[in-house]
Structure formats: C-alpha cells, structure tokens
C-alpha cells in the first residue's frame, strides 16, 4: 500500500512540476509583443491667417487611410486662436473634432472632441530651421458596443512633444529642403492602463515652397503606437502629404519660418 501511495506521490509530483516549468511559457506567450505592420495614406490642408503681428488663426483637415489608399482610418478637423508673442514664439489654443473609422466587417464612425493648447518655438542655426513644439491635449473618445453607439465617452489626456529640422540644401528656392521631424506622446486617464505610451512619430521627406503663400512636404512616417492591452504594436508605414497655406495682413512681410506650419493629428 505504502508503494502504492508513493507511485501516486510521484506521479502528482511530476505533474506540478511540469505545470511549474511550463507556466512562464505560458505566460510570456500570452503577453509576447506583437507587432502589426500596417501601410498608410496621410493627406492634409494645414492654414495659417495672421491678422497682425500678434494675433491670428489656424485650420487644418487631415485624412488617413489604410491598406495605402484602399480603406478609412480617421478624418480629422481642427480649428484654433493663436498669439504670437515674436516670430518666433507661438501659443495656440482651440478644438478638434475626429471621425475614427470602424475595423473591417463593422460600419459605425466613432467620434473624439478633442480640445488643446500647446506652445511652440521655431528659430534658425544658421541657414536651418528649427521647431520644438509641445502641446497637451483633452479628449473625449466615444465608447462602441456592437457596432453601436453607446453615448459614452471615455477621457483622457494627452501630452506630446515634437522636434522639427528644415535643411535647405540648395540656395535655389525650387529645390526642396529636407525636412526631418521626431515626435512622441504620451497618455493618462481611468481608462488608459497598460498604454501610457501612446506613439512615436518619425518623419522624413522634402518641403517645398508654391505659389504665394503655399507649400507642401512629402514623405515617409512610421507611427509606432502601442495598443490597450500593453503589448501588442501598430507599425504604420505612412507616405505623407501635407499642404501648408499662410495668410498675412502684416503691412512688413515677415520672414517665414518653415516649421512654424508643421500641423498634425
């Protein structure tokens, strides 16, 4: 009887074992980082009016799509008042407003108010520019169910930082500069758990100045976004687009600053 219970005490021994080996396995493979490579479209109008040496306005609208060109992922508008206490230092405030597109098989918009306020300094070293921005924003992001809306609205903030480089590489103005830009952000509220990280923004491509008051920049960005559950990661291979027009009523044509315009999402 005695050896029996002792095979028995081996056996169920053995098995605890086995679960105690097989446990991290099972629990790395459930939290193992995933990462969804995604290809995108960006297009967007970005408008500055300046009113006077200090005061003026700004509007954008943006479109992204995935799959490149193929299928939504979010429009976007935004509007804001600015002061501009130099050319070189800017404070803006205002609100926007995002139309975020269902995942494939579902038909419902989610929507985001959004308002924010952010702070910029654009200076040149030399014959670059360069751009250091910040801006915090306050969002109120729809709540889904069954591809209904619920009327909920869940709130968090987000706090972003942006660098932006404009090298020219040719006194001649109809050849483009290089533009480079670096941004990251970051997110808090009840419902943001396990993603305080939000994204990180890498951009390159040329800026080119048309026509009075117009130009554009063209390019790659990779958007690294984390998603709720912590570790699974959008990669989104970008190709970008961006127009950019200036309005002044200033009696003295001020120098333009390139990267003062850089606008997004």
């Known amino acids: 009887m005695n050896q029996a219970w002792n095979n028995q005490w081996a056996q169920y021994m053995k098995k605890i074992w086995l679960l105690f080996c097989l446990l991290p396995h099972c629990l790395w493979a459930q939290t193992e980082k995933t990462v969804n490579n995604q290809f995108q479209s960006w297009v967007s109008i970005n408008s500055t009016f300046r009113f006077n040496n200090h005061w003026g306005a700004i509007g954008d609208f943006h479109m992204k799509r995935n799959n490149f060109v193929s299928d939504p992922s979010f429009y976007f508008m935004r509007v804001g ?10 404070f803006i ?16 918009y989610a929507d985001e108010n959004r308002w924010y306020e952010q702070i910029a300094y654009a200076t040149r070293v030399g014959n670059v520019s360069l751009l250091n921005r910040f801006r915090s924003e306050q969002r109120w992001r729809e709540a889904l169910r069954d591809d209904k809306s619920t009327g909920d609205f869940n709130f968090s903030n987000r706090f ?4 932006s480089v404009g090298i020219p590489v040719s006194k001649n103005p109809h050849i483009p500069q290089i533009s480079l830009a670096n941004e990251v952000a970051v997110q808090f509220g009840k419902t943001i758990v396990n993603n305080t990280f939000d994204q990180f923004r890498a951009f390159a491509g040329i800026r080119q ?19 709720a559950n912590g570790f ?3 990669a989104n291979h970008t190709i970008r687009l961006f ?10 044509s001020h120098k333009e600053l390139p990267a003062l315009q850089y606008e997004d999402e």
Request: aromatic share 26%; glycine share 14%.
């Open 232 to 234: 699974e990661y959008d």
């Open 243 to 252: 127009f950019y027009y200036t309005w002044t009523n200033k009696k003295k």
């Open 209 to 227: 100045g048309f026509g009075k008051g117009w130009s554009y920049d063209f390019g790659y960005m990779l958007v690294w976004q984390q998603k």
């Open 160 to 163: 972003r930082y942006l660098i």
């Open 93 to 108: 405030m205002g609100y926007g407003h995002l139309w975020l597109a269902p995942p494939p098989g579902r038909k419902t």
């Open 81 to 90: 008042g600015g002061y501009w206490l130099n050319e070189n230092l800017s």
